[in-house]
């Protein structure tokens, strides 16, 4: 299936990122469309992966811990530790503010 081309907001988004993190910092648009080719594959794949998971328990709500087995499962060691811990924390500061 040939994923859908970034919209504006999408890239928009990830530039306000990038100028969060590293302020002086600038990015081509042939840069920024391979960064948003491969962060919505990756979300894609944790999706497919969260719902596979889901369904296996047979159940039909998807709960963190589904997202969370989804990024181990697919995700090396530290990688996927990582990346459960800082989306948990990235999850937290959005529901407090």
Sequence with gaps: ME??????????HSLRVLKEVVPQ????????????????NIFERISTQACSLMNYRNRR????????NAVYFLFPGKL?????AFGSEAVQR???S
């Design 94 to 96: 959005y529901v407090h």
């Design 3 to 12: 994923a859908a081309a970034p919209n504006l907001s999408e890239m928009t």
């Design 61 to 68: 709500t998807l709960t963190p811990e589904d997202v969370q």
């Design 25 to 40: 910092s600038g990015i081509s648009s042939r840069t920024l469309d391979v960064m948003n080719t491969l962060i919505n």
């Design 80 to 84: 996927a530790k990582y990346a459960v």
